[in-house]
């Protein structure tokens, strides 16, 4: 990572605000002042580990669409309790993301849930997926599942039985 003499001294000015605002950080907050200040490339990275790499919004929207899908199927079992089939297929309950192998997808997941309020009717499934980690990778099986979806042209309409299973089974 390189930084300019500019980007060391805003940085270097960001950090003694915090370790002024939160005692308990100080020590840490020192060590990133030091390291911008004297110019230790090698730590740079270290002090971005928090930082994510952008999601590119196609990946926001599938996340989104595998949610809203999810929502669709939560209603369908709702609505349908006796439907031993759709309510006992693996996947007719999100399962998140894998937190390894698929963690921007994870953390994106609880944002919207957990930040924005929305598919609460997921906070049911957080204890039992370990808040949305699936411990497994299942976005390629979600991506079919939203192909299908969107193939049977019936975005926010209700689904019919064939239709869940025809997208559970993806």
């Known amino acids: 990572m390189e930084l300019t003499k500019k980007d060391r001294l805003f940085l270097v000015n960001q950090f003694e605000i915090l370790k002024r605002l939160d005692k308990d ?10 390291i911008l200040s004297h ?4 730590f740079y990275g270290d002090m971005f580990n928090s930082i994510f790499d952008p999601m590119p ?8 669409d595998v ?4 929502h669709l199927i939560e209603n369908f079992k709702e609505n349908n309790p006796e ?5 006992e297929h693996y996947f ?8 390894n192998n698929e963690t921007e ?19 049911k499934n957080q204890k039992q997926t370990d808040n949305f980690n699936s411990h497994m990778q299942v976005l390629e099986r979600y991506r079919n599942m939203v192909q299908v979806w969107r193939g049977l042209g019936k975005k926010y309409a209700e689904l019919t039985r064939d239709d869940i299973l025809k997208i559970l089974n993806a």
């Open 25 to 34: 950080q100080q020590p840490e907050y020192d060590e990133m002042i030091e």
């Open 39 to 42: 110019g230790y490339e090698i």
């Open 57 to 64: 919004k196609e990946e926001g929207l599938l996340v989104i």
């Open 67 to 70: 949610l809203s899908l999810f």
């Open 83 to 87: 439907d031993k089939e759709v309510n």
């Open 92 to 99: 007719s309950h999100f399962l998140g993301f894998d937190g």
């Open 105 to 123: 997808y994870m953390s994106f997941c609880r944002f919207l849930i957990h930040k924005q309020g929305k598919f609460s009717e997921q906070i």
